[in-house]
């Protein structure tokens, strides 16, 4: 019995509808993938970066609490801990930096100006 040629193209279309959560990361490199989730802008994301840190806490202290040596447990704490490090906005924190320093320049410029306007 002879089997049928399938057509691998059209097969890759079927299940493309089912392979939504992972993205491709890189062009050049396997197994490496992005995966998105959607917050409702900066005030939600860091509610859920300390989330994440007093869970994170949580479960150390409770380690330290039971005197536990489980590699496994502390895997995945650093696990999580790392996928927090990865949800801290580094460079929007350099633009409110940039914004706070903008801030003060002018605001020391305006206290100036009034101080000049008073004499």
Same mark, same amino acid.
């Given at each position: ?50 989330? =994440? /840190? @007093?869970?994170?806490?949580?479960? *150390?202290?409770?380690? $330290? !609490? ?10 995945y704490i650093g696990? =999580? /801990? @790392?996928?927090?490090?990865?949800? *801290?906005?580094?460079? $929007? !924190? ?26």
């Amino acid at each position: 019995m002879e089997k049928e040629p399938t057509n691998s193209k059209h097969d890759n279309l079927n299940l493309a509808k089912y392979f939504t959560m992972l993205t491709p990361a890189y062009t050049t490199r396997k197994n490496s993938y992005n995966l998105q989730f959607h917050i409702h802008g900066y005030t939600d994301l860091f509610y859920l970066i300390i989330d =994440l /840190l @007093k869970t994170a806490m949580l479960a *150390i202290d409770g380690l $330290e !609490a039971n005197n536990v040596k489980d590699v496994g447990r502390e895997q995945y704490i650093g696990s =999580l /801990l @790392k996928v927090i490090e990865k949800l *801290i906005p580094i460079d $929007e !924190a350099a633009l409110l930096d940039e914004l706070h320093e903008q801030f003060w320049d002018e605001r020391r410029e305006s206290d100036k100006d009034d101080v000049e306007a008073k004499t």
